[in-house]
């Protein structure tokens, strides 16, 4: 089962956030474990100047109790079933996934 800390706000839900939110579930229902969303798209004190939380594309999740090694098989689960376009991240207090195409700087072309 997902659950949702209060302070979680999604802005625009779009098809990449329900694909991680599904995943996710998907790894509860067969683990027996409640995941938590602790962040998607409000606001942080300490993110990053290129996070992609501001654009529904990231979100931090956790399983409850965090369980180190329930930490870990979430983690492993999401780099194994998600497209490599999603960035997985296993972190001391929860695990980050966000969809990055990898692009590079929008440049302008003349001419």
Do not use: C
Request: charged fraction near 25%.
């Amino acid at each position: 089962m997902l659950r949702f800390k209060p302070e979680v706000r999604i802005a625009h839900f779009n098809a990449r956030l329900a694909t991680m939110l599904e995943t996710a579930s998907i790894w509860s229902e067969i683990n027996g474990v409640d995941v938590q969303v602790n962040s998607i798209n409000d606001p942080a004190p300490n993110r990053v100047a290129t996070s992609l939380h501001p654009f529904d594309l990231a979100i931090d999740i956790e399983p409850i109790g965090n369980i180190r090694s329930d930490r870990q098989a979430l983690a492993e689960y999401f780099r194994r079933v998600l497209d490599p376009q999603y960035d997985v991240v296993y972190e001391t207090s929860h695990v980050h996934v966000e969809w990055d195409a990898h692009r590079g700087p929008l440049r302008e072309v003349t001419g």
